[in-house]
């Protein structure tokens, strides 16, 4: 079936109306209309053409909130007229140790993403950015009726991204949980933090953020800007959790980290990191990276953000103006979160 879609046609220009092919509904498959998508920086940096060559044209979008429209024959776990999402991932081997252990983002074989990327039929995924997709049933997930469809988008990409950390490292009670940037991902690690039990910290750039800071459950908020923030706070924090996607000096916030404490990377920041090696030994400190979550553990984020009436912070718009939220998400001009209205694709 061909369906209504925006798409990047080639890098750097505007996005625009287009269709796409959407393969017939297959046994594992599940057909949804889609109602709302999240617009993730990854979006951006994909079509700009910041991370390589893509295969243009391409329909961002793997922040996905809809509804089943038709299943095949052997899905059990969904039924038409379920709310539902799809996140970054929708396809994987299904067979290697990572697969098997609930980790899909780590495939062997390479995971299959949203938009942008060679399926396993060897075509080229197209994303949320469209009326309708096409997904293996394994990857979609059931959105809970308590949370906004809309403000649920971003926990599809956003929201797993920093639960993820949180999570593997035991934010919680009695844990001191610092959040670097409060943006898209950031807002939402505070949120979570904060849900979990542990006593949270923001680390930006300036103070002019502070309030939204304590509004979203920040304990405390610190301006990165000043160099005393990282002699107040020396030592101070089992676990860092760094959302932003630009050059950071790793080793000053090593320096907070108590001892064993964690410096997770969910951003992707360009170029290598130098790290000084002495940092880490002497206090038995961990720098960690992580992507997103295995199926399981979305789904798991999405009970808990429900179970604790967690959503993104949005401004919902029309497709039309898609460029132009480009724009201001660069400008950082948004809080936190874009979501497009997918009716509005003509």
């Not at 990276?289 to 553990?297: E, H, N, T, Y």
């Amino acid at each position: 079936m061909r369906v209504n879609a925006y798409a990047a046609p080639a890098a750097g220009l505007p996005l625009a109306p287009t269709t796409v092919e959407r393969r017939a509904v297959g046994p594992n498959d599940v057909l949804i209309a889609i109602r709302y998508v999240g617009i993730c920086h990854s979006d951006i940096h994909t079509v700009r053409g910041e991370w390589g060559p893509q295969p243009f044209p391409v329909v961002p979008g793997h922040e996905i909130v809809g509804t089943v429209v038709e299943v095949g024959s052997d899905v059990t776990r969904h039924r038409p007229g379920d709310r539902v999402g799809v996140g970054c991932l929708v396809n994987s081997c299904g067979r290697c140790a990572p697969c098997l252990g609930g980790d899909e983002q780590y495939c062997a074989r390479g995971p299959v993403f949203t938009y942008a990327f060679t399926d396993h039929d060897g075509t080229i995924t197209q994303g949320g950015y469209s009326t309708h997709i096409v997904v293996d049933a394994h990857f979609v997930l059931s959105v809970p009726d308590s949370l906004d469809p809309a403000a649920a988008a971003p926990l599809l990409c956003a929201g797993i991204t920093t639960y993820a950390p949180l999570r593997r490292w035991g934010a919680g009670p009695g844990k001191r949980v610092a959040v670097v940037g409060l943006g898209g991902l950031g807002h939402m690690a505070v949120k979570i933090a904060h849900a979990l039990g542990a006593e949270v910290t923001v680390l930006s750039q300036s103070l002019k953020k502070q309030e939204d800071g304590r509004r979203l459950g920040a304990d405390h908020y610190h301006a990165t800007a000043d160099p005393a923030t990282f002699t107040e706070l020396a030592g101070r924090f089992d676990l860092i959790v760094n959302t932003v996607s630009a050059e950071v000096d790793v080793n000053a916030y090593l320096g907070l980290l108590t001892v064993g404490g964690v410096l997770a990377s969910v951003g992707a920041a360009p170029g290598p990191l130098v790290v000084d090696g002495f940092l880490l030994s002497s206090a038995g400190r961990v720098l960690a990276g992580s992507m997103i979550g295995g199926i399981a553990l979305t789904q798991e984020m999405l009970d808990f953000c429900a179970e604790h009436g967690i959503g993104a912070d949005i401004e919902v718009i029309s497709a039309d103006q898609v460029n132009e939220a480009y724009e201001r998400v660069l400008a950082s001009d948004v809080r936190y979160r874009f979501v497009i209205d997918t009716a509005t694709i003509g």
